[in-house]
Structure formats: C-alpha cells, structure tokens
C-alpha cells in the first residue's frame, strides 16, 4: 500500500525512467529564473547592474537567469535577492494533493474546433 498523494502517470512514467529528480529541478529553476528576470525587469537593472550589486560576473549573471542551468548555490540566490531588495524563501513542504479523478471540464474534454 502506497501512502501520500496519488500521481499521475506523467509523474510516474518519469520516476521510472529515472528522470523525475532532472524534471522537478528543471522546473524550479525555471521558476526561479523567470522571477529572477521579472524582479530585474521592473527595477530596470541590466545584468551588467545585476553583477555589480551581486559582486559578480556577468557571466554569472547569465547561470543565473538561464532556466536550462540548475547548478546554482545558494549564495548566489541570497546575492541576487539581496541586489534585488527581496528575501530569499526556502522551505520543504509536502506535495500538493492532486484529485484522483479530473475534474469536470478538465484538459482533454474540450471539443475541437471544425
């Protein structure tokens, strides 16, 4: 018997192919990368300011905002958030609860268009 929240087979499919821990970094870094951009973006701060204030390359700059590179350290993300005047947030939480069944209206009961 299998306890904690059901998954679905995409999550699953990955898991066994081994490739679910690569997926969830990815996606994270993803995240992180777009907020990272977005914070920058309405500051009006270019990467050439960005590594000034983080004390910096440019280069580094660049791993930082480039989604595909997830090998970033924390001390780089506290820099940024600290250039950026955010708080860095990290926390373990347990995964959300999907339903067992999808719910009405759901992705993949829409009709296509003629």
């Known amino acids: 018997m299998t306890l904690g929240p059901p998954r679905d087979e995409l999550e699953e499919l990955f898991d066994e ?3 679910l821990y690569e997926l969830r970094a990815g ?12 914070a920058m973006k309405s500051k009006g701060l270019t990467p050439s300011e960005m590594a000034r204030r983080m004390r910096t ?3 580094a700059v660049y ?3 480039d989604p595909t590179r997830t090998g970033v ?6 820099r940024a958030a600290l250039a950026l005047g955010l708080t860095l947030n990290i926390s373990f939480e347990h995964p959300a ?6 719910p009405a209206g759901a ?3 829409r009709k296509r268009a003629a």
Do not use: F, N, W, Y
Not at 73 to 78: A, C, F, G, V
Not at 97 to 102: F, I, L
């Open 63 to 65: 791993r930082l905002l």
């Open 97 to 102: 609860r999907r339903p067992a069944t999808r």
């Open 73 to 78: 350290t924390l001390d780089s993300l506290q």
């Open 57 to 59: 390359s440019r280069e």
């Open 27 to 38: 996606v994270q870094k993803k995240v992180l990368a777009h907020d990272i951009k977005q």
């Open 107 to 109: 992705a993949g009961s």
């Open 17 to 19: 192919l081994g490739e």
